[in-house]
């Protein structure tokens, strides 16, 4: 397993909006946020983004709209200078494997993929960033048939 390292744009970038206390009047201020920060992501369409504001928001007593996810995530941006280790973690994974890498992804760097080559599948996804949505025919396609296979 490879040394992963969170040092330069990506950790900045993931950090100034998961750190951040953000919060919308609706859900079309919401949306335009989470197009903004999604960029990277890939294409998706306005179905999709609804969908991902629908399910990924809670109200604030104000009736504003904020983000729902753990705020203590924050936390993790403050990891060593240099990265994170992960070769235990990796080593103690004894079950099948399916890892989605997002050829835009500014994360989980090429080097590092092809070390995880020797005990995962890969699949490589085309235009998208470190965290695919999992709503594009060829991301559901690629999970179905590994889930599926004999």
């Known amino acids: 397993m490879c040394k992963t390292t969170y040092a330069g744009p990506a950790l900045e970038r993931i950090g100034r909006h998961v750190c951040r206390d953000s919060s919308f009047l609706d859900l079309t201020g919401l949306i335009s946020y ?8 890939g294409v998706l369409d306005e ?6 504001a629908r399910h990924g928001h809670r109200r604030l007593p104000d009736g ?3 983000l729902a996810y753990d705020p203590a995530i924050a936390s993790t941006f403050t990891a060593p200078p240099g990265g994170v280790d992960m070769s235990a973690v990796w ?3 004894h ?4 890892v989605l890498h997002g050829a835009e992804s500014d994360v989980l760097q090429p080097a590092c993929v092809r070390t995880m080559a020797a005990k995962a599948e890969i699949v490589e996804l085309p235009g998208v960033g ?6 594009l025919p060829a991301e559901i396609e690629a999970v179905r048939g590994w889930l599926t296979r004999p």
């Not at 079950?95 to 399916?98: D, E, H, R």
């Not at 470190?130 to 709503?135: E, F, Q, S, V």
Request: charged share 15%; with cysteine; proline share 10%.
């Open 34 to 41: 989470l197009r903004s920060v999604n960029e990277p992501v």
């Open 47 to 52: 179905e999709a983004w609804q969908h991902i």
């Open 64 to 66: 504003r709209y904020a």
């Open 91 to 93: 080593q103690a994974v």
């Open 95 to 98: 079950c099948p494997v399916l």
């Open 130 to 135: 470190h965290w695919p949505h999992l709503m």
